[in-house]
């Protein structure tokens, strides 16, 4: 157990819908970061927030957005969601936000999206 | 943009053999971290290495990484049936205090008795 929690597990919805992911990062870790995986893309890189701040931004459609609230969970909503959006969402935390130090990120478990 | 390329992206051996999984990149970086990643799991933490030349083992895995080349291996020794898994290289960028991994594609690994 990595110590980082995402709700729901599973999510099946209709496409133009929007749902909202849930992360709670590893007790002390300030870092979250999003990622998206598919057979299609691979593993994909899509926001970091350190304490409740963006700090950077990857392959992320305008479409999804996310946020890190004062007691540093974090939540990815994703709207107008397509077929094409069908994934594994992994949230994954570290202590700090940038450099080779203490950023070694751990993995929740995924939310697994059916977009149908 | 930083690209990383894993090799072989599917590895079948059988039990017993030794093996070499290739991680390139195409930029600087300062950290490189292997991954394991069961079926339908989360990702494993394996490896962070940090420094040019940098080399690590657990267990039956070896990581190693040569920043010059830009170059990490993951080395298999005498392979065991619980090896199989996928793994993946990842390697970290800083710039303005961010610092998203970069994935390779993965190394689909079966190892069979």
């Known amino acids: 157990d990595s110590g980082v929690t995402q709700t729901p597990k599973h999510l099946i919805t209709a496409t133009g819908q929007r749902v909202t992911l849930r992360c709670s990062p590893r007790?002390?870790?300030?870092?979250v970061y999003w990622y998206q995986q598919s057979l299609d893309q691979g593993l994909q890189f899509l926001i970091q927030?350190?304490?409740?701040?963006?700090?950077a931004k990857g392959n992320i459609l305008e479409r999804f957005s996310a946020q890190q609230f004062p007691d540093l969970h974090s939540e990815l909503n994703l709207s107008s969601l397509e077929l094409g959006d069908s994934a594994l969402y992994f949230c994954a935390s570290s202590v700090a936000a940038g450099g080779p130090k203490n950023t070694e990120a751990f993995f929740g478990q995924g939310t697994r999206l059916t977009v149908v | 943009e930083l690209k990383v390329e894993q090799n072989p992206l599917f590895l079948s051996m059988q039990e017993g053999k030794n093996y070499t999984i290739y991680c390139n990149y195409s930029?600087?970086?300062?950290?490189l971290y292997w991954y394991r990643q069961d079926p339908g799991k989360s990702l494993e933490s394996l490896f962070v290495?940090?420094?040019?030349?940098a080399v690590k083992q657990e267990g039956r895995l070896m990581a190693s990484l040569d920043t010059k080349a830009r170059l990490s291996t993951l080395h298999i020794t005498a392979a065991v049936h619980d090896l199989s898994a996928t793994y993946f290289c990842?390697?970290?960028?800083?710039?303005?205090?961010?610092?998203?991994?970069?994935f390779g594609k993965g190394t689909h690994l079966i190892i069979q008795p």
């Open positions: 007790s002390g870790d300030l870092s």
């Open positions: 930029t600087t970086s300062d950290r």
């Open positions: 290495l940090l420094s040019n030349g």
């Open positions: 990842a390697v970290g960028y800083s710039g303005g205090g961010a610092d998203g991994l970069t």
């Open positions: 927030y350190y304490n409740g701040e963006e700090r």
